[in-house]
């Protein structure tokens, strides 16, 4: 239980700082090409920080194909939610109280648009996860960090006005924090967790 609690804590301070990046870099003057590069980034180096500790999730959808992969027990992946979903609520309520000003995410995002961008990019993200950070055949390598960041900074331009860009359920719980629209939360959410489950489908399809 102690290195679960260890786990949980690096899980815990790698999602804070995610979710602390987007809304400082969104609601503040940071936006137009600096928001992507600094979550992009921020990513990449939480990654380093916690990954020979926990596997630097910071992301539910990750910790689910992770879980399905093989790599993550059920017990662990609770607590990792648990500890990813706190953090992404209590940095928009950071973000909130340093900017002093009311955030708020208003859209008027095609349901099925965001459906379709979130599932592809958190599929995306989890493909390289699992095939950067969990194969035998890259073990020890030195580019998993960047590889995951650029997945992320790849899919926030990419999407850019079709939808969030959060590919994450604890940066989507952190929009919803900042007065984004329940409905579609609840849809990005969903469709990350969806996303997450057919990267590790097909990694264990095409890896032996």
């Known amino acids: 239980m102690k290195e679960l609690s260890k786990k949980c804590l690096v899980e815990f301070i790698g999602t804070f700082f995610l979710v602390l990046t987007v809304g400082c870099c969104v609601f503040s003057t940071a936006s137009g090409i600096i928001a992507p590069l600094a979550i992009g980034f921020v990513l990449m180096?939480?990654?380093?920080a916690g990954g020979y500790i926990s596997g630097g999730h910071y992301n539910p959808a990750v910790s689910l194909a992770c879980l399905i992969r093989g790599v993550l027990s059920a017990k662990d992946m609770v607590f990792y939610w648990i500890s990813q979903l706190l953090a992404g609520f209590l940095a928009?309520?950071?973000?909130?109280?340093?900017?002093?000003?009311?955030?708020?995410?208003?859209?008027?995002?095609?349901?099925?648009?965001?459906?379709?961008?979130?599932?592809?990019?958190?599929?995306?993200?989890?493909?390289?996860?699992?095939?950067?950070a969990t194969a035998k055949e890259t073990e020890g390598n030195s580019y998993y960090g960047?590889?995951?960041?650029?997945?992320?900074?790849?899919?926030a331009f990419a999407t850019a006005g079709l939808c969030f860009g959060a590919f994450n359920p604890a940066v989507a719980i952190g929009l919803l924090t900042f007065g984004a629209c329940a409905k579609i939360i609840s849809i990005t959410i969903i469709a990350n967790l969806i996303g997450g489950a057919l990267a590790a489908g097909v990694f264990k399809f095409v890896n032996k």
Not at 107 to 127: G, M, N, Q, R
């Open 45 to 48: 180096v939480m990654v380093y």
């Open 92 to 132: 928009a309520l950071t973000v909130k109280h340093l900017l002093s000003l009311p955030c708020q995410c208003s859209s008027d995002f095609s349901v099925c648009k965001v459906v379709v961008c979130e599932i592809l990019f958190t599929f995306a993200l989890c493909y390289v996860v699992l095939n950067t």
């Open 146 to 155: 960047l590889a995951i960041g650029s997945t992320v900074l790849v899919g």
